[in-house]
């Protein structure tokens, strides 16, 4: 069964920092291109960043430069994301997806063939 499932989610203070692991079973993530994603109440999904199964990486979200990364572990099959310096506005749910036949990612992730189910980010005092 192909699927991902991320992990890491939690409540965090304004200013402090998480990694979100996003995991990928059935199916290898290098061959892949992956992006992180989020949706806040009541807002369309956002696309984050994204690493191409050619190599590059790419930040969509302007709001998010100089904070988060996305970096892959080929050995873990798994994904991450780091978000430094988090900022109430980071609260959503955020969602890793994949395909194997884009080499970048679209920009809400409309069409990318695996999701996983998500996990919650609350950035709150």
């Known amino acids: 069964q192909l699927q991902l499932v991320e992990s890491g989610g939690d409540l965090v203070q304004p200013g402090g920092s998480l990694r979100l692991s996003c995991v990928a079973s059935g199916f290898t993530l290098k061959d892949y291109t992956i992006g992180w994603f989020r949706q806040a109440p009541g807002k369309e999904r956002e696309g984050l960043l994204c690493i191409s199964s050619r190599g590059g990486n790419t930040t969509y979200a302007d709001s998010v430069k100089g904070r988060f990364t996305i970096s892959r572990n080929v050995a873990w099959n798994a994904v991450y994301l780091r978000m430094n310096n988090l900022k109430p506005e980071d609260t959503a749910i955020y969602y890793c997806?994949?395909?194997?036949?884009?080499?970048?990612?679209?920009?809400?992730?409309?069409?990318?063939?695996?999701w996983g189910k998500g996990t919650l980010v609350t950035v709150s005092s």
């Open positions: 997806a994949a395909d194997g036949v884009v080499s970048e990612c679209p920009r809400t992730g409309t069409g990318m063939r695996y």
